[in-house]
């Protein structure tokens, strides 16, 4: 089983600020299986990017990913009050895996 | 409109077995691979299996935690996909999602709003 690894697990940044959160494979990971949600208390996860770096349709374009191989990151390039939540990264496989979250907080 | 509804959730006690119920609407659920994605309380995603379409095998595929005693089946007629659980332990405590399973490759990717397990005595 793949084991990926979030970090940090809380990241404390203001609205306007760039948020870089990194999402790291225990094996190789092919890059069109890889995704990341974007969950807010009491919801469901919500598609971010998939695919390592494509946009899900009608996620802005403030949402970038990139990475290839064992290092993933997701980019929020200037932060919106919206995007203060938990975003977790996935892998699709024969089984698939997700990171344990990371928690974007309001600083 | 795409649905997934799920249904069945409740309080069993350990040992006990429930049976988990995602009704589909909106979209060719035939032609989907499904899963099913539980959250503890207070703790992150955990994938606990998955059922490909019957054209590429209908087969199964599970998470350890869970395997041998989660069972996941679907009924393209009814557009109804399952989880079956037996020997429920407290650490199956969770809300249970049912999902496509093939986000992270661009697929068709939606989501149900969940359903609450509660495993004790």
């Known amino acids: 089983e793949i084991v990926l690894t979030q970090s940090p697990g809380t990241l404390s940044l203001s609205p306007g600020e760039r948020a870089t959160l990194s999402c790291r494979a225990s094996?190789?990971?092919?890059?069109?299986?890889l995704a990341w949600y974007l969950q807010k208390p009491g919801q469901s996860p919500r598609l971010l990017i998939y695919?390592?770096?494509s946009r899900a349709t009608g996620i802005p374009d403030r949402f970038s990913g990139s990475g290839s191989g064992t290092d993933f990151t997701l980019t929020i390039s200037r932060l919106e009050p919206e995007d203060f939540a938990v975003y977790y990264c996935?892998?699709?496989?024969?089984?698939?895996?997700f990171g344990q979250g990371t928690k974007l907080e309001i600083k | 409109e795409v649905q997934l509804v799920e249904s069945g959730g409740g309080l069993v006690k350990p040992g006990g077995s429930l049976r988990l119920s995602c009704a589909a609407s909106g979209f060719t659920f035939s032609n989907a691979w499904m899963s099913w994605v539980r959250q503890a309380p207070g703790k992150g995603l955990e994938w606990v299996g998955r059922i490909k379409s019957k054209t590429d095998g209908g087969t199964t595929d599970y998470a350890a935690p869970v395997k041998g005693r989660f069972t996941i089946s679907r009924d393209d007629s009814k557009n109804t996909l399952y989880l079956q659980m037996d020997s429920l332990k407290s650490e199956d405590t969770a809300v249970y999602y049912c999902?496509?399973?093939?986000?992270?490759?661009?697929?068709?990717?939606?989501w149900g709003q969940g359903t609450q397990v509660t495993v004790s005595s």
């Open positions: 695919g390592a770096s």
């Open positions: 996935q892998q699709f496989g024969s089984s698939n895996t």
């Open positions: 999902s496509t399973d093939s986000c992270a490759l661009g697929g068709v990717c939606y």
């Open positions: 094996q190789s990971v092919t890059s069109s299986s």
